[in-house]
């Protein structure tokens, strides 16, 4: 009895420091093991004057991704125009757009006629321009790409 004891106070140990991990030191960019390979990328950008600019590189994909939501985060009733999107990888240009009119909630992946094919191997270069926004002019961006719908 006072094994399984121990052992009872051990998996309850081990999951409070998981959850603690989990809960405490959120990740940006995380795989998610499950049946189906899910990969979750999240960039921001500050709206200074109505422009932002993202310019990012990201380590190697370990296998071919699919990216097929990119979906967009803005204040309600923020409106912009995104100028420019380019994601490179290991064979080049891998993704493109250019002046799609946004706001809250917008795909940009279905508005750019997605989906993004992203080849592993290689860093990957993600470039985002944007202007025109208001009515903030000051505010945050945020973009969360998945290769989920």
Same mark, same amino acid.
């Given at each position: 009895?006072n094994s %399984?004891?121990?052992s009872?106070?051990?998996?309850? !140990? %081990?999951?409070f *420091?998981l959850?603690?991990? =989990?809960f405490?030191?959120?990740?940006s *960019? ?7 390979a &899910?990969l979750?990328?999240t960039e921001?950008?500050?709206?200074s ?7 990012t /590189?990201?380590?190697p994909?370990p296998?071919?991704t #699919? =990216?097929?939501?990119?979906k %967009?985060? $803005?204040p309600?009733?923020? /409106?912009?125009t ?5 994601? &490179?990888g290991?064979n080049? %240009?891998e ?6 009119? #946004?706001?809250?909630? =917008?795909? $940009? !992946?279905?508005a750019?006629?997605?989906? *993004?094919?992203l080849?592993?191997?290689? *860093? ?20 969360v790409?998945?290769?989920?719908f």
């Amino acid at each position: 009895m006072n094994s %399984l004891k121990k052992s009872m106070c051990l998996a309850t !140990i %081990l999951a409070f *420091a998981l959850s603690f991990l =989990v809960f405490c030191f959120p990740r940006s *960019a995380m795989a998610i093991p499950s049946t189906f390979a &899910t990969l979750i990328i999240t960039e921001e950008a500050q709206i200074s004057e109505g422009k932002f600019s993202i310019n990012t /590189t990201t380590i190697p994909l370990p296998s071919k991704t #699919v =990216v097929r939501s990119a979906k %967009l985060f $803005l204040p309600i009733d923020e /409106t912009g125009t995104i100028n420019k999107i380019q994601i &490179t990888g290991p064979n080049g %240009l891998e993704f493109g757009c250019q002046d799609i009119k #946004v706001k809250d909630g =917008v795909d $940009l !992946i279905k508005a750019c006629g997605g989906p *993004a094919a992203l080849e592993a191997g290689g *860093a990957i270069n993600y470039v985002a321009e944007g202007s025109d926004f208001g009515p903030e002019l000051n505010t945050k961006v945020k973009v969360v790409l998945s290769d989920d719908f």
